[in-house]
């Protein structure tokens, strides 16, 4: 599949590169406010360096190898009021006003306060007085705020601006030399000073934001420990689900564990809040100020599938939908000078997938599951048409490239609904639908030499089509695996989460004649016809029959009966599935009692009259 002219990923307009490191959107979003008065001086006295010093030696983060130290604590740390105290100390021989006037340089005129800092923490800041006069008489440091981070240009001690528009040089001629160590100590410590600022562009046609970075380039964020709601996750079937006949998959329930499906693997990341900005997104745990994210990074250093993953993600993101997992932001780190270049992804970090929420959630009492049913049907009919917006956008970004023939149905779908793949975010009430970046599918199949259909038979959602010699795969196959999904919804709002997660998958254990031993998937292939395994037919009538069935639930079931006809195209659509769930989820809205809200007799009233 190579790209064709038009571009996508990152050479896509819409994607604003940042090479900065965010700095100019984190002094557009947080600016030194200019006094009308005078500047008051805050710890005046010879201590205030150490004052300053100590104070940004408690707040560095210890990062790897390395360290940082957050934006918002260098601005708390340096106020007006001690950088006035600094100057004081630094012009002994300067009247007042002169501490003024210089303080305004500094923040405002010159915008170095950052560099001051700088020479601060490093403990060099007895040679600014003499560093501040430059041959052309104006005052000034040479070197500005915007100039950092540093780098080191010989070994003996100098020190230039990063900038190549700039080409700054500290110190000039006539200054007094920095040793070795001094530069080396500056040079680290003017990357712990900048680590990097995300930001959500709000205005303009932009609506993505790449970062690209280098090796000594700090990241403002610490892997999070396991939490200790972990715990609330019972263990699982253990090593008999990998023994080497591994039919009857075991879900995760943690988004980490599967999210990463051969493609890249998922980190629960703290980014201090000083450095970013998400608008309202991002999940708050409340035992922390910092704020909890998915990082994910991708295995290859393969630009192309990073460019897909981020054309799939970007094009929803205009869709706007509430039920597509949002990403953030995205960077790509060069690894040491010439390396290979490591891309990520960051997106908001969810409570679980459907299985945790299914498990966690489990109504305490009839009302509690009766209360479930109005939000269950807003979110299907939301997954549905999140599934609808990532077909719309498989057939946007798929125009830009030369699919190989035959295989344009094959990549215009998500390809792996699953209970795994529905995330839960608390904070909203939210089921969003995850992991449908292109580069998944490219991955999987560009790489492989295998039969696309062969990849997937593993899969416990995966639909006949994927079984049967004729079979053409296409978008009604996610129709029938979210078929499945669906009808485990159902199955664990009238019987509960055991039912769900191990008498269901039990129930319809039967052996595959395809491979010779049992499989838990949904359908049975007989010579070269395809059919829904008996048994969970069986289970399907067992629901409906079931006392806590209302009608919301036998309706439910009458379209979930749909979804998963075994031949493509008797199966529903997802327009025409999306338009249906819309219809029960209304009416789950308007009358309680369709969904057995008010007397539990009623419903069973409806079903006597309601005609066969
Ligand atoms: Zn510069």
Known sequence: MAPRAKAIGLADPCVDKCSDRGNQYYDEDHPIERSNTNIVPQDSGPDIFDII??????????KGKGFFIPRGSLQETFT??????????????????GHQRLCIRILHEVRCWKVFLLFIYTQLHESLPELWKNESGKDSLRLSDRCLPLISITPDG???????????????????????????????????????????????????????????????YTIDSPSPDRSLVKGRAGSAGQASNNVKLRPDTDQDDNLHGGFGEVKRIIIDRSHFDFGHLGSDDGKNKELTFALKRLHASDKEAFDKELASLITVKAQKSTHLIKLLATFSVIEEDGGSEVFYLLFPWAEGNLWKYWEVHQPKNEQDRLSIAPWMAQQCHQLALALLCVHNEREHTLQFYEVPAGKGELYGRHGDIKA??????????????????????????????????????SATYRAPEFDLAKGRISRKSDVFSLGCMFLEFV???????DAVYEVFPDYRMDEDTAYGFATDIFFKIEGDTAIIKPKVCEWMVKLRK?????????????????????????????????RELGVIRKACERDPSYYGGESPSRSYVFHLIKPP
């Open 491 to 497: 199955t664990w709002h009238v019987l509960g989460y």
């Open 546 to 578: 079931h006392e806590r069935a209302s009608e919301y639930t036998k309706q439910f079931l009458d379209i979930i009966e749909k979804m998963l006809s075994p031949y493509p195209n008797d199966r529903i659509n997802v327009a025409k599935l999306v």
């Open 420 to 457: 795994e793949n529905v995330l839960y975010f608390e904070a909203d009430g939210t089921l969003v639908l995850s992991d449908f970046g292109l580069g998944r599918l490219h991955t999987k199949y560009s790489r492989s030499n295998a039969d696309p259909k062969a990849l997937e038979k």
């Open 158 to 220: 100098k020190i230039a601006c990063q900038n190549k528009t700039h080409s700054h040089r500290l110190p000039g001629r006539k200054t007094r030399k920095l040793s070795g160590k001094d530069c080396k100590h500056m040079v680290l410590a003017s990357y712990a000073f900048n680590a990097v600022y995300f930001k959500l562009p709000t205005k303009g046609k932009k609506n993505h934001v790449h970062y690209s970075l280098g090796p000594k380039d700090v990241l403002p």
């Open 53 to 62: 010093r100590e104070e940004l030696e408690a707040k560095e983060v210890e």
């Open 80 to 97: 007006p009021g001690r950088l006035l105290a600094a100057v004081q100390q630094l012009w002994k021989d300067v009247p007042e006003e």
